[in-house]
Nanobody
């Protein structure tokens, strides 16, 4: 079992910045990657950014150059630094942790709202 707790969402003006945090606990050693997904009303949940246990990062096309994912292994925490925010970044952001036993299994946080006012 992996438990994820997100923090850092809120309301920000367009062009501003926010940093999201996701702290993992439980079976940390089984995690192969962690990341952030987002879901706007009426839309599917999409990848924002992901970082593997080896440090490889991957970003959704719409956030490349604006968002940065990082991690602090000593705190079992992943961060998402969001800059140059746009109204279209408004969504609920979910932390994700992938574990592999036989097949991949995903754990999700409760979600944190990010609202960008234009």
């Amino acid at each position: 079992q992996v438990h994820l707790v997100e923090s850092g969402g809120g309301l920000v003006q367009a062009g501003g910045s926010l940093r999201l945090s996701c702290a993992a606990s439980g079976s940390i050693a089984s995690i192969i990657d962690m990341g952030w997904y987002r879901q706007a009303p009426g839309k599917q949940r999409d990848l924002v950014a992901r970082i593997t246990s080896g440090g490889t990062t991957d970003y959704g096309d719409s956030v490349k150059g604006r968002f940065t994912i990082s991690r602090d292994n000593t705190k079992n925490t992943v961060y998402l630094q969001m800059s140059s925010l746009k109204a279209e970044d408004t969504a609920v952001y979910y932390c994700n942790a992938g574990v592999r036993i036989i097949a991949r299994y995903n754990y999700w946080g409760q979600g944190t709202q990010v609202t960008v006012s234009s």
